[in-house]
């Protein structure tokens, strides 16, 4: 049977296919096509940090374009480190063998790999965007879409910085158990996720790989032979961040539009009027629930508003559901994970497992309390 791409015996001269000019092919690679999105955020977000660059704290600037421009500028200026960090961590995971990666997440299906997962979102220092793009570069190097889910919903605030942080606007006692509650939602979204792929009700992750008779590999190895074969230089240095970077596009893509959007609500709804909503009630929680789906912020933007709903509010509840549900309803990662997946139904399943688990968790807080 021919393939359309084999070369074909010569046409006559006079053949209308010989003569077409250009002879066009079925074989041809068509252009790639610019990305709007990913244009128009960034744009967006550089005019906007450079209105707030250039106007300074004594501006003439409208209300609403200096509350947008200045939430760009305070975004921006928060999560950039741990965008770096982000790009340095997909660059280095682009090099490294899959055999090490899965090595030390597990064996994917398994509760060990699932916990697993867990602990490494919640020890990652980098804001919930940065987390983002390492959890793509772990699916693309096959771990399953339980530790995936796990790694994402576990992590976004649970860094050594914003617990410090969290510690001392809330206290010892309240941050421990939102750091435990993180975990465990992460961990029974995480085997949810995989029972349902095992079940056939969700797609696996098509880059794993099938388990194999030959015997394993030591990690230690694995991370010394990955360390000899390493270009150790300024330019293998900047090559592997330009990998990363590249890497990262997708996320940056729903980033910059979700900053865009998220300054537009500052704009238009001040903060003091939906922080009175967030009582330690039902209503006060799905207030909650309403306003982390609508405001697009990284971690540490989220941080500082969730602990204020906890001390001004008296709802601990509400402030776990703030920070935990940001990430379940998170637009941007909804829509990356329906890049990286080619699902809606697997980004969507995303607020439909953890969702209840977060309401849960949250009026159990508020109960306590009480």
Known sequence: MS??????EQPPKNSPIAAAPGGASCCEQPAARPDYLLRFGAS???????????????SALPAWLATASGGVFELINTMWWGLLMAIFFV??????????????LGRGGTLAGVWRATLAGVLL?????????VGTKLYQRGASLGQLMAFLIASPWNSLSLTVVLIALIGWSWTLLFIAGSMLIGVLSGVIFDRLVARGTLAANPNSQPPSDQPAVGVASLVASSWRAAEKSWGGFGALLLDGLRG?????????FGVLLAVAV???????SYQLWFGPTVLGL???????????VCSEGSTPIAADIVVRAAAPGNGFTFLMAGVATDYTEVMVLRDLTQSWKIALFLPLVALPQVLLLGWLMNMAAG
Request: a negative charge.
């Open 125 to 133: 220092d980098l804001c919930s965007h940065g987390i983002l793009m």
């Open 248 to 256: 990262s596009k997708m996320v940056f893509r729903w980033l910059f």
């Open 91 to 104: 660059g280095l995971l682009e090099r490294l063998p899959q055999e090490l990666i899965i090595g030390l």
């Open 286 to 296: 799905l207030a909650t629930l309403l306003a982390a789906t609508i405001i697009e």
């Open 44 to 58: 967006g977000v550089g005019l906007l940090y450079l209105v707030a660059l250039l106007a300074g704290a004594d």
């Open 3 to 8: 393939n359309c791409c084999e070369q074909p």
């Open 266 to 272: 500052r704009a238009l709804v001040p903060l003091e």
